[in-house]
């Protein structure tokens, strides 16, 4: 019988994080779910040694290897290995509250109409609240975590040709399919510091970086905004 979550956690680099993101996991109360781990080519730890740690802390991990091709592709990757209802991509740098996945299941069990439910978060101390979801806010703007319970069938896959904003580029890609998603109004995960915040600068911060500017442009033009 097939799990109602597949967790989906693409990994480079970042064993230690992968850790603590697994001991959240571990203390869920749902427990009806998978973990596919995508070893994006990573050398801080051998795949063998991986699967063997992994397996120790969640006997429900399952691990498969790949040369690096980055987050989109190992999230794809991930996904084409997963068997569950309901599908989340969880980075090795996040830390799930206990009741994060029974409260985003809920979300989608009672809400037939909507695809994927999101929540706010926090990125080391600083929190994002964010707000209900809107369409023509999600056009103009990214705010939605990746870190979101999805409909496996509304998945329209990650485009591995993106570098930056591959999260706005899915959202956007699955509203233009009719679908929406539901804002959960609560905290439920952590980003522990360190990683790549790019999506999350401050808006003065955002106006001054070439890269987020071009990135922006490139989904824009990608999506017909422009």
Request: hydrophobic share 35%; glycine share 4%.
């Amino acid at each position: 019988m097939s799990p109602k979550i597949s967790i989906i956690i693409p990994l480079y680099n970042q064993y230690n994080k992968l850790l603590k993101c697994l001991e959240s996991i571990k203390k869920q109360t749902f427990t009806d779910f998978e973990i596919i781990i995508v070893n994006d080519g990573s050398t801080d730890i051998e795949h063998n040694e991986l699967e063997r740690v992994v397996s120790c802390q969640l006997a429900v991990v399952s691990c498969f290897y790949q040369e690096n091709q980055g987050a989109p592709s190992a999230r794809n990757r991930g996904f084409k290995e997963s068997h569950g209802k309901y599908i989340i991509f969880c980075d090795a740098d996040i830390v799930m509250q206990p009741d994060m996945l029974e409260k985003m299941n809920h979300v989608l069990d009672e809400n037939p109409d909507i695809s994927y439910a999101y929540s706010s978060f926090k990125f080391g101390f600083k929190k994002f609240k964010l707000w209900e979801f809107d369409a023509d806010r999600l056009r103009k703007m990214p705010y939605i975590h990746t870190t979101s319970l999805i409909r496996r069938e509304h998945f329209t896959k990650f485009d591995p040709n993106l570098k930056r904003l591959q999260d706005w580029d899915l959202w956007l890609s699955i509203l233009e399919k009719g679908y929406k998603g539901k804002w959960i109004n609560e905290v439920l995960f952590k980003v522990k510091s360190g990683g790549s915040i790019s999506r999350w600068l401050p808006k003065f911060l955002m106006k001054r970086n070439s890269e987020y500017i071009k990135s922006t442009e490139i989904i824009k033009q990608k999506h017909k905004f422009l």
